[in-house]
């Protein structure tokens, strides 16, 4: 399935993994990539050298195109920005802050450089500073969420802008791609779905958690505090639902002290109390054990057989 994007970035497949923190790591980008996708690490907050060391271990499992994804608000962003161009990274995926101070020197690097977006007018923004694709992510995802579906948000962006556009949020299988497709997105990025792989790395009770989970199975936190995040209903969860009724400075300060670290309880320990598991809307489609090669190539052969059969729907 040949677009844009696969062209773009010298990729088999239009599909991107999601940079999920602490659990896209080299392993599971690597096994992305050399199943024809573009796999993702996701430096999250962590520290640069840790960061470093995660690249080279992906440059030793694959000789594909792999992406590093950097939050802007970190602290060690300036660092991270000049580590992707010592380290020969070929594209950079950005989320949470605005690259545009590290443009100019990722672009003389020969960076392709494809932030994360949730409105048609950072979107705009992001295309005039010089991006080469956006991303854009629907509420449908898990982790930070902004306030428009992906079935809303994708027509308008794609409309908006000239550059490639990658759908996120809510994909997990073929018809996800195929109707990405149809609306004129050169390809798509899936998170949730990449946690049933046996290349990540998380906790086993994460996993069974996205097995059984259903439609309603995610809820929205962190409205209160302008933060959303989509997770998995969980103990934690409907703890902080119950603080965030009544926001107060003091329930603030609660909540930020029972949040701290609750996403590497949840990726490392399965702390079902303590951890904030992370899930799109689609976790009710992953239902076991597969693999990064197994996904994809799934995924491809039932987008391209939904294309060719549509004229049929008008027929």
Not at 70 to 88: F, K, S, T
């Given at each position: 399935m040949k677009t844009k994007i696969t062209q773009m970035l010298g990729i088999q497949h239009p599909v991107f993994q999601g940079a999920m923190a602490w659990i896209a790591d080299a392993g599971l980008a690597a096994a992305v990539s050399n199943a024809g996708g573009l796999g993702i690490i996701a430096a999250g907050a962590a520290p640069t050298e840790i960061?470093?060391?995660?690249?080279?271990?992906?440059?030793g499992l694959t000789d594909k195109p792999f992406a590093v994804n950097i939050?802007?608000?970190?602290?060690?962003?300036?660092?991270?920005?000049?580590?992707?161009?010592?380290?020969?990274?070929?594209?950079?995926?950005?989320g949470a802050g605005s690259p545009a101070k590290y443009m100019e020197q990722w672009k003389q690097a020969g960076i392709k450089v494809i932030p994360v977006i949730a409105s048609t007018a950072y979107a705009k923004r992001m295309e005039r500073m010089g991006a080469d694709a956006v991303i854009a992510e629907g509420m449908e995802s898990g982790g930070h969420i902004g306030d428009t579906t992906t079935m809303a948000l994708l027509p308008q962006v794609i409309d908006t802008v000239s550059i490639?556009?990658?759908?996120?949020?809510?994909?997990?299988d073929g018809r996800g791609l195929a109707a990405a497709r149809l609306f004129g997105a050169e390809g798509v990025q899936c998170g949730t779905v990449f946690l049933s792989a046996?290349?990540?790395?998380i906790a086993e009770q994460y996993k069974q958690m996205i097995y059984k989970a259903k439609d309603i199975s995610t809820v929205v936190t962190g409205r209160a505090s302008g933060h959303p995040v989509r997770s998995l209903k969980s103990p934690l969860s409907r703890e902080l639902l119950k603080l965030e009724g009544h926001i107060?400075?003091?329930?603030?300060?609660?909540?930020?002290?029972?949040?701290?670290?609750?996403?590497?309880?949840?990726?490392?320990?399965?702390?079902?109390?303590?951890?904030?598991?992370?899930s799109g809307q689609i976790a009710g489609l992953v239902k076991g054990d597969s693999d990064c090669s197994t996904i994809i190539e799934i995924m491809v052969q039932e987008a391209e057989a939904f294309l060719r059969n549509a004229p049929s729907l008008i027929g």
């Amino acid at each position: 399935m040949k677009t844009k994007i696969t062209q773009m970035l010298g990729i088999q497949h239009p599909v991107f993994q999601g940079a999920m923190a602490w659990i896209a790591d080299a392993g599971l980008a690597a096994a992305v990539s050399n199943a024809g996708g573009l796999g993702i690490i996701a430096a999250g907050a962590a520290p640069t050298e840790i960061v470093r060391d995660e690249i080279r271990k992906a440059k030793g499992l694959t000789d594909k195109p792999f992406a590093v994804n950097i939050m802007l608000l970190n602290p060690n962003a300036d660092e991270l920005a000049q580590l992707v161009i010592d380290e020969g990274v070929q594209v950079v995926t950005t989320g949470a802050g605005s690259p545009a101070k590290y443009m100019e020197q990722w672009k003389q690097a020969g960076i392709k450089v494809i932030p994360v977006i949730a409105s048609t007018a950072y979107a705009k923004r992001m295309e005039r500073m010089g991006a080469d694709a956006v991303i854009a992510e629907g509420m449908e995802s898990g982790g930070h969420i902004g306030d428009t579906t992906t079935m809303a948000l994708l027509p308008q962006v794609i409309d908006t802008v000239s550059i490639p556009v990658i759908a996120a949020g809510g994909i997990a299988d073929g018809r996800g791609l195929a109707a990405a497709r149809l609306f004129g997105a050169e390809g798509v990025q899936c998170g949730t779905v990449f946690l049933s792989a046996k290349e990540c790395n998380i906790a086993e009770q994460y996993k069974q958690m996205i097995y059984k989970a259903k439609d309603i199975s995610t809820v929205v936190t962190g409205r209160a505090s302008g933060h959303p995040v989509r997770s998995l209903k969980s103990p934690l969860s409907r703890e902080l639902l119950k603080l965030e009724g009544h926001i107060e400075t003091r329930t603030l300060e609660e909540i930020e002290r029972i949040t701290a670290g609750s996403l590497r309880k949840a990726v490392q320990d399965g702390n079902l109390q303590e951890g904030t598991f992370m899930s799109g809307q689609i976790a009710g489609l992953v239902k076991g054990d597969s693999d990064c090669s197994t996904i994809i190539e799934i995924m491809v052969q039932e987008a391209e057989a939904f294309l060719r059969n549509a004229p049929s729907l008008i027929g």
